[in-house]
Nanobody, 121 residues
Framework: QVQLVESGGGLVQAGGSLRLSCVAS????????IGWFRRSPGKEREFVAA????????YYADSVKGRFTISRDNAKNTVHLQMNSLKPEDAAVYFC??????????????WGQGTQVTVSS
């Protein structure tokens, strides 16, 4: 069992930055690929970024490439999502998710509760 807790959301002006964190419980954190997804009102949940179990591979949605960076610290059971040059369309509830595979699919094993990101124009 893995429990995921997100933090770091908030209100930011367009062009600004936020750093989201996802802290996992359990001693097998390095066995899970971790991903970030987001959902905004009236839209389907969408993939944002993912990182492999060892952290040697990163994956990004086209909409955030070059602006967002995912990283992980397995010693601290933590994954970060650094979000720069934020746009109003990035506003959403951001969820982290864990999957016991090399990467994260659309149906991960575990989900966090989410953290709200609001971007003002």
């Amino acid at each position: 069992q893995v429990q995921l807790v997100e933090s770091g959301g908030g209100l930011v002006q367009a062009g600004g930055s936020l750093r989201l964190s996802c802290v996992a419980s359990g001693r097998t954190f390095s066995s899970y690929a971790i991903g970030w997804f987001r959902r905004s009102p009236g839209k389907e949940r969408e993939f944002v970024a993912a990182i492999s179990r060892s952290g040697d591979r990163e994956y990004y949605a086209d909409s955030v490439k070059g602006r967002f960076t995912i990283s992980r610290d397995n010693a601290k059971n933590t994954v970060h999502l650094q979000m720069n040059s934020l746009k109003p369309e990035d506003a959403a509830v951001y969820f982290c998710a864990a999957q016991s595979q090399s990467t994260v699919s659309a149906d991960p094993d575990y989900w966090g509760q989410g953290t709200q990101v609001t971007v003002s124009s």
